[in-house]
T-cell receptor, first 111, second 114 residues
Framework: QKEVEQDPGPLSVPEGAIVSLNCTYSNSAFQYFMWYRQYSRKGPELLMYTYSSGNKEDGRFTAQVDKSSKYISLFIRDSQPSDSATYLCAMTVQGAQKLVFGQGTRLTINP | DAGITQSPRHKVTETGTPVTLRCHQTENHRYMYWYRQDPGHGLRLIHYSYGVKDTDKGEVSDGYSVSRSKTEDFLLTLESATSSQTSVYFC?????????????FGPGTRLTVL
């Protein structure tokens, strides 16, 4: 079993829809949770970062962490075609030098 | 964009040949990483470096070696390329470890081993 599980999709939704992307993990020591966005043929870039449990909002994006369930989510409101990309979750523990990534979910927003 | 370049950007080679990929940064970041990305596997860490001449293995290090003789350069070598090493390779850099460990990624190298 992988330490971080993420449904690879692909996920295709119409423009304006609310998108929910999720990851589950097995290591209860994870404290820092990140979402990276990767456009086609580009390197990933950090989109959202959350420490421990709770919510964080940035414009149309909301990141949620539920440590009791070992489950994190990324919500995209009013989705746009420019949001079409692969979204990767990543997490780490305090003092670690490495991130553990999920497999990535490929998302397409249809105009 | 963070100052990270990778070379070459594309390479086609034959099984059994040695291959070296280069990552160059202008940010003076301490940590550097090599990942490979394959469908269904996401990003998998090959090797990383926490300083000049200081390196350690990641989860898929077999068949790969690395060197870092200068802060700005991190080389990944496939000693004898195999078809299973066909992949997209990403270099990443970070100025911190643990906690808010934002990693900045390069543009990637697409390697095909025939």
């Amino acid at each position: 079993q992988k330490e971080v599980e993420q449904d690879p999709g692909p996920l295709s939704v119409p423009e304006g829809a609310i998108v929910s992307l999720n990851c589950t993990y097995s290591n209860s020591a994870f404290q820092y949770f990140m979402w990276y966005r990767q456009y086609s043929r580009k390197g990933p870039e950090l989109l959202m970062y959350t420490y421990s449990s709770g919510n964080k909002e940035d414009g149309r994006f909301t990141a949620q962490v539920d440590k009791s369930s070992k489950y994190i989510s990324l919500f995209i409101r009013d989705s746009q075609p420019s949001d079409s990309a692969t979204y990767l979750c990543a997490m780490t523990v305090q003092g670690a030098q490495k991130l553990v990534f999920g497999q990535g979910t490929r998302l397409t927003i249809n105009p | 964009d963070a100052g990270i370049t990778q070379s070459p950007r594309h390479k086609v080679t034959e099984t059994g040949t040695p291959v070296t990929l280069r990552c160059h940064q202008t940010e003076n970041h301490r940590y550097m990483y090599w990942y490979r990305q394959d469908p269904g596997h996401g990003l998998r860490l090959i090797h990383y470096s926490y300083g000049v001449k200081d390196t350690d293995k990641g989860e898929v290090s077999d068949g790969y070696s690395v060197s870092r003789s200068k802060t700005e350069d991190f080389l990944l070598t496939l000693e004898s390329a195999t078809s299973s090493q066909t992949s997209v390779y990403f270099c990443a850099i970070s100025s911190t470890s643990g906690g808010y460990n934002e990693q900045f990624f390069g543009p990637g190298t697409r390697l095909t081993v025939l």
